[in-house]
């Protein structure tokens, strides 16, 4: 295992830096390093460490979102208010309904299976979005209007209702029945992450207070509790829904709420593990991508994916109506709300797994569109903020 680290720190190290050096975000020399060591192609990573996978890409999303967390300021996401709710469901409803209307006649699949499509592919990627929203905020570019609190804090919800969709389609697909219920878990999956969060980050801000500790030991303690977040989801399952990484970010947004200075503090220590974080977690995605599906997915896949993006970007468009937002930065809102990696890699090969026969349709359309786009939304983002978004004012004054 340890050699399988060395093979994917060095590579992806190599690759990043050849990628910024084409003026293309680092995470396609990520993604490239974990197609070419994962076990479609040289396979030379240790097994054990494929094992785990999913676990390090999860560790990999508690630090990112537990960065989000620490620096979404509150009183900012209140001035956003409607929108960021309508993008928490409206742009997925948009981009599933999308895939239902046009992979039936394209791939021959139903519509059962399509929607079981749609959501395998709807949820957008916070380990994609979610640094470079964060970038922005620390830079003041389009903080005014909330645009990168905005998506940032409405794209995890996103993948939460995608995600609870696919588990009611899925058991279309198996010939059993959906409750009404079933719906019901999302709200409450929301909700009850939220408090939970609220709750934990609220004690936590107290705790630390009181007890004078190192930084390095409260990272540790927030990491800890986010993983029995994470824990206290999957022994829930059935009983009481909640969203485990929502509840994180909730509660670094609480610390920074009640205790801001420490949230500074603690943000930059999370930033440095994120380095190591974002190296695995785009190399571990690229792993699951099998080449072949893709070689052979044919030009049908391929639309589906673009047109269903068309579809995403007008249910952004819709969620921002009536907004303050001009149309420069609604445009940007609709192009940073289309990267998709993480959900696509943990979910695209379950219904391959379960024998259902849309399951390699459905896989060769996740693994595409990992491959067109995330690498092409984190382009698109790197590229277009600039032009789209106000600028901070020290930038627009500092020559006079």
């Known amino acids: 295992m340890l050699t399988s680290l060395a093979y994917i720190f060095i590579l992806a190290l190599v690759l990043g830096y050849l990628s910024v050096k084409l003026k293309l975000p680092a995470l396609i020399g990520m993604l490239l390093t974990g197609i070419l060591l994962g076990p479609y192609v040289l396979d030379v990573l240790s097994p054990s460490l494929l094992s785990i996978s999913v676990e390090l890409r999860q560790i990999a999303l508690v630090?990112?979102?537990?960065?989000?967390?620490?620096?979404?300021?509150?009183?900012?996401?209140?001035?956003?208010?409607?929108?960021?709710?309508?993008?928490?469901?409206?742009?997925a409803c948009f981009e599933i309904i999308g895939v239902m209307l046009i992979a039936p006649p394209l791939l021959g699949i139903n519509l059962v299976e399509a929607a079981i499509m749609g959501t395998v592919i709807a949820a957008v990627s916070p380990?994609?979005?979610v640094p470079r929203m964060l970038n922005l905020m620390e830079r003041k570019i389009g903080t005014k209007k909330g645009i990168p609190q905005l998506i940032m804090a409405a794209g995890s919800?996103?993948?939460?209702?995608?995600?609870?969709?696919?588990?009611?389609?899925?058991?279309?697909g198996k010939g059993e029945s959906i409750a009404a219920g079933q719906f019901f878990q999302i709200p409450i999956s929301i909700v009850t992450g939220l408090v939970l969060?609220?709750?934990?980050?609220?004690?936590?801000?107290?705790?630390?207070?009181?007890?004078?500790?190192?930084?390095?030991?409260?990272?540790?303690?927030?990491?800890?509790?986010?993983?029995?977040?994470?824990?206290?989801?999957?022994?829930?399952?059935?009983?009481?829904?909640?969203?485990?990484?929502?509840?994180?970010?909730?509660?670094?947004?609480?610390?920074?709420?009640?205790?801001?200075?420490?949230?500074?503090?603690?943000?930059?220590?999370?930033?440095?593990?994120?380095?190591?974080?974002?190296?695995l977690l785009?190399?571990?995605?690229?792993?699951?991508?099998?080449?072949?599906y893709a070689i052979a997915a044919g030009v049908a896949s391929i639309v589906v994916i673009l047109i269903s993006l068309m579809f995403r970007m007008n249910g952004v468009f819709v969620s921002l109506i009536k907004t303050k937002l001009n149309m420069k930065e609604r445009l940007f809102c609709m192009i940073a709300y289309t990267p998709k990696a993480t959900v696509q890699a943990a979910i695209g090969s379950l219904p391959l797994a379960m024998g259902l026969a849309c399951g390699k349709s459905v896989l060769t359309v996740a693994v595409l569109a990992i491959l067109i786009t995330?690498?092409?939304?984190?382009?698109?983002?790197?590229?277009?903020?600039?032009?789209?978004l106000e600028q901070p004012e020290k930038e627009s004054t500092g020559s006079n």
């Open 374 to 388: 995330a690498p092409l939304g984190a382009f698109a983002i790197d590229k277009t903020y600039k032009r789209l």
């Open 157 to 172: 919800v996103d993948d939460v209702f995608v995600i609870v969709l696919f588990t009611a389609f899925i058991a279309l």
């Open 63 to 91: 630090i990112i979102l537990m960065r989000a967390g620490l620096a979404l300021n509150i009183h900012e996401l209140k001035k956003v208010g409607r929108p960021a709710i309508l993008m928490c469901f409206v742009p």
């Open 197 to 279: 969060g609220i709750v934990v980050g609220w004690l936590l801000s107290l705790y630390f207070k009181r007890f004078h500790l190192r930084d390095s030991i409260k990272v540790i303690i927030m990491m800890s509790v986010a993983f029995l977040f994470l824990g206290a989801e999957q022994k829930l399952q059935g009983i009481v829904p909640l969203s485990g990484l929502l509840a994180v970010m909730a509660m670094g947004a609480t610390i920074l709420y009640t205790y801001p200075v420490l949230a500074q503090r603690i943000s930059s220590k999370f930033s440095k593990l994120w380095i190591a974080a974002e190296i």
């Open 282 to 292: 785009f190399v571990l995605v690229g792993a699951t991508v099998d080449i072949q």
């Open 127 to 129: 380990a994609v979005i």
